[in-house]
């Protein structure tokens, strides 16, 4: 099986043959070595080869999981796994390994997927975008001028072109919703409590954070979720697994539901008109499937949402900066780190107990208000994205004219719809579902209540059916000749 071969299929598409031993994982992992050596010079994607290692996986014999055999990345971020180093798009952060597998690593492994790589993040996995002084920017594969999104960027642009079918990454603010709707593909965030954070934490940024995957198909993210959900031993709070497989409800049509759709961001950012027409295209589709669309909205005060954002990942980032300048001997600086994490250090250095304490009233609440919207409505829909991809250098992360409030304020005007959902911890997933005029992917957020992550799975798979994406590519031609 050849690249182009290989990169048509998704994950279970893959699986499949490798339980019908038409090919093996071997010949799953040369394929993608292939698609790194002639597409990712293009896209910068994939920052570390991990071939001996992948190798290693399959000579011992891989588990008998879902996703036997399949190649997959780990974003520079998280996710760790044993002797992988783990830079944090950071020169600051250079060289970080552990020496044992997470226990999401561990899930990752027992689900049979075999890791060939790790993908690129923005510094501290804070941009959306990704474009990091240490690793160079990662460009959108449907136009390499653009960006490929953040923080989950390389995860995504990876998964576009076929490198891999299905890539770790996380969602802290929007990162895994973000660079899925700029690359076409699907972008879930579960439900906070769902995917095991341990043994080193119990949760990330307090609970705004969430680990998964980028994936191609709705049926490659319910079966993955399938496998990895689910409590870690010790964990000081989760949340209930679902009473049967979203696999097995990716067949159920989802019952008539109350969807309320948003097309102004709650902190008023402008929206481009193309993601708002086809925010109007999405709710036509929604109708002629038999559900109720009204306009409608939480009220909440956008402001303090993210000044309590903007707090935690403050406190949250300056905490990992002390960590790591205390076991790799390195003095934190504005040489040493991006201008938007140095402002952000310092930002949180100056943060009082106090004021943490009260981000976390301000979240709770948010989640109350939301919470009590959900009462007479099923679904939240809006737009991904409130722009279409911005081009490469133009969310600078090294720009050292703005302080981190004028930074956070700069991020979430670019992408003001999907932190809502960090704050409430609801599941969230994006979709393919709009197209513009130059024929770029604009995603589609569809949020549930908190731990109904089945609705958004029935939702999304009768989506995927009206309105398949499967065929929308990008041009691989185009990028194998900027290869050559």
Not at 177 to 190: E, I, W
Not at 218 to 247: F, M, N, Q
Request: charged share 20%; with cysteine; net charge neutral.
């Amino acid at each position: 099986m050849n690249f182009v071969e290989y990169s048509n299929y998704d994950a279970m598409g893959l699986a499949s043959l490798v339980r019908n031993k038409e090919v093996t994982p071997q010949e799953l992992k040369k394929a993608s070595l292939e698609g790194i050596k002639k597409i990712n010079p293009a896209i910068n994607a994939v920052v570390e080869v991990l071939s001996e290692m992948a190798d290693e996986e399959i000579q011992k014999g891989l588990p008998d999981g879902p996703f036997k055999g399949i190649p997959f990345l780990i974003k520079e971020s998280s996710a760790q796994a044993a002797g992988v180093t783990v830079n944090l798009g950071s020169s600051f952060g250079q060289g970080v390994t552990i020496n044992s597998d997470t226990n999401l690593m561990k899930r990752f492994r027992k689900a049979g997927l075999v890791t060939v790589g790790t993908s690129a993040t923005p510094e501290f996995a804070f941009n959306f975008t990704t474009e990091s002084v240490f690793h160079g920017p990662t460009r959108n594969p449907w136009d390499t001028n653009l960006s490929a999104g953040g923080s989950s960027g390389g995860a995504a642009a990876a998964v576009a072109v076929g490198i891999v079918p299905i890539a770790h990454a996380n969602d802290g603010a929007g990162s895994i919703r973000q660079p899925a709707a700029v690359n076409g593909l699907v972008g879930l965030k579960p439900t906070r409590g769902r995917i095991p954070h341990g043994p080193n934490r119990s949760e990330i940024l307090n609970g705004l954070s969430n680990e998964f995957a980028i994936t191609k198909s709705v049926r490659d993210s319910a079966a993955l979720l399938d496998s990895i959900g689910g409590p870690d031993i010790g964990a000081s709070h989760w949340t209930e697994s679902p009473k049967r497989p979203y696999v097995s409800e990716l067949g159920n049509k989802p019952r008539k539901l109350r969807i309320a759709w948003m097309s102004s961001p709650l902190n008023n950012a402008p929206v481009d008109k193309e993601c708002t027409t086809a925010l109007y295209k999405t709710i036509q589709l929604c109708e002629d499937l038999g559900h109720e669309l009204v306009e409608a909205s939480p009220k909440i005060n956008a402001e303090q949402q993210l000044l309590a954002t903007l707090r935690i990942w403050a406190a949250n980032i300056t905490r990992s900066i002390d960590r790591l300048a205390e076991s790799l001997k390195r003095t934190p600086s504005a040489v040493n780190l991006e201008a938007s994490n140095w402002a952000l250090y310092q930002y949180g250095q100056q943060l009082k107990a106090v004021e943490l304490m009260e981000a976390f009233e301000i979240n709770n609440l948010v989640s109350r208000t939301v919470g009590e919207f959900y009462i007479e409505h099923d679904v939240i829909l809006t737009p991904s994205i409130a722009q279409l991809p911005w081009p490469i250098g133009k969310l600078d992360a090294n720009d050292s004219s703005l302080n981190a409030e004028q930074w956070t304020e700069k991020m979430m005007a670019y992408a003001p719809f999907t932190n809502l959902f960090n704050t409430t911890g609801q599941p969230a997933i994006s979709l393919p579902l709009g197209w513009s005029v130059k024929g770029l992917p604009i995603g589609m957020q569809f949020a549930g209540r908190f731990a109904d992550e089945t609705t958004l799975f029935q939702l999304a798979a009768q989506l995927e059916e009206a309105q398949p994406w499967k065929d929308k590519r990008p041009n691989l031609n185009n990028l194998l000749q900027k290869t050559i």
